[in-house]
């Protein structure tokens, strides 16, 4: 099972959960943020109870939740004081969501940038959380660049859409399909053009195959006329010898 497929699972598990005879939807939030392989958070923060929550003495869970959906680990520690405390497994779980929206935006990460965002002091616990908390989790795929000091991104899955960021998508979809469109006219051409050469080399190499074949015959023809002129000399130089032979007899009786 894909990690998508495994997405689809744990946000079901979660909205069921949620619209049931609520438990704590604090703890809901508190489980779902927690979850080593839960990474989608904008259906549990749509559901009609867990908005309930804004204005509430709990709404900085609230406030959690969304930061889970559209957040960095930067953003949280800048905001720390009006968000509740996070355990060892939120931390780590927003750290895996601030390297997946580093990796949306580039595709070559300098390790300098990725330490001072996730909050890391060295570049051996850089390259083990890369490895161990990315790579293994099946989020990012990726290639360690030593020499270079940078981790170039392959594959990433993607965040929750933050608010306008749709429109911004559809926009760029469209942009796409509309060269993409463009280029698919370009290739129909070039294969017809590429087609059309394609008939002609053949009909050149027709032309070629019958022009040759009509010198052939025309040589073939020429060498039986000269075949039989020779003959027909030969026949005449024949019938003069014999005749010159006979006067030669004739006049010696």
Same mark, same amino acid.
């Given at each position: 099972?894909?990690?998508?497929?495994?997405?689809?699972?744990?946000?079901?598990?979660?909205?069921?959960?949620?619209?049931?005879?609520?438990?704590?939807?604090?703890?809901?939030?508190?489980?779902? #943020?927690?979850?080593?392989?839960?990474?989608?958070? #904008?259906?549990?923060?749509s559901l009609?109870?867990?908005?309930?929550?804004?204005?509430?003495?709990?709404?900085?869970?609230?406030?959690?939740?969304?930061?889970?959906?559209?957040?960095?680990?930067?953003?949280?520690?800048?905001?720390?004081?009006?968000?509740?405390?996070?355990?060892?497994?939120?931390?780590?779980?927003?750290?895996?969501?601030?390297?997946?929206?580093?990796?949306?935006?580039?595709?070559?990460?300098?390790?300098?940038?990725?330490?001072?965002?996730?909050?890391?002091?060295?570049?051996?616990?850089?390259?083990?959380?890369?490895?161990?908390?990315?790579?293994?989790?099946g989020i990012?795929?990726?290639?360690?660049?030593?020499?270079?000091?940078?981790?170039?991104?392959?594959?990433?899955?993607?965040?929750?859409?933050?608010?306008?960021?749709?429109?911004?998508?559809?926009? #760029?979809? /469209?942009?796409?399909?509309?060269?993409?469109? /463009?280029?698919?006219?370009?290739?129909?051409?070039?294969?017809?053009?590429?087609?059309?050469?394609?008939?002609?080399?053949?009909?050149?190499?027709?032309?070629?195959?019958?022009?040759?074949?009509?010198?052939?015959?025309?040589?073939?023809?020429?060498?039986?006329?000269?075949?039989?002129?020779?003959?027909?000399?030969?026949?005449?130089?024949?019938?003069?010898?014999?005749?010159?032979?006979?006067?030669?007899?004739?006049?010696?009786?």
């Open positions: 099972m894909d990690i998508e497929e495994k997405q689809a699972e744990h946000i079901d598990h979660f909205v069921k959960q949620a619209n049931a005879s609520p438990p704590s939807l604090v703890n809901l939030i508190v489980e779902a #943020t927690s979850h080593p392989s839960l990474f989608a958070f #904008t259906e549990i923060l009609p109870n867990i908005l309930q929550l804004q204005g509430t003495e709990d709404s900085r869970y609230l406030d959690l939740l969304q930061m889970f959906a559209h957040g960095t680990w930067s953003q949280y520690t800048s905001n720390a004081s009006k968000l509740p405390q996070l355990t060892p497994d939120q931390v780590l779980k927003l750290k895996q969501l601030t390297m997946l929206t580093l990796a949306e935006a580039n595709k070559v990460l300098p390790y300098e940038v990725l330490m001072r965002e996730l909050d890391v002091v060295n570049v051996r616990e850089l390259e083990d959380f890369l490895i161990n908390e990315c790579m293994y989790a990012v795929r990726g290639k360690l660049n030593q020499q270079r000091r940078s981790f170039e991104v392959q594959f990433a899955i993607g965040r929750d859409l933050r608010p306008g960021q749709l429109g911004n998508m559809i926009h #760029t979809l /469209s942009d796409w399909l509309g060269t993409s469109d /463009s280029l698919l006219i370009t290739i129909q051409e070039k294969i017809k053009w590429a087609d059309s050469m394609n008939e002609l080399d053949k009909k050149h190499k027709q032309e070629n195959i019958e022009m040759l074949e009509e010198v052939k015959n025309k040589l073939s023809l020429k060498g039986d006329m000269d075949f039989r002129g020779h003959a027909e000399f030969d026949g005449i130089r024949d019938y003069g010898q014999d005749r010159r032979s006979k006067r030669r007899r004739h006049r010696m009786g």
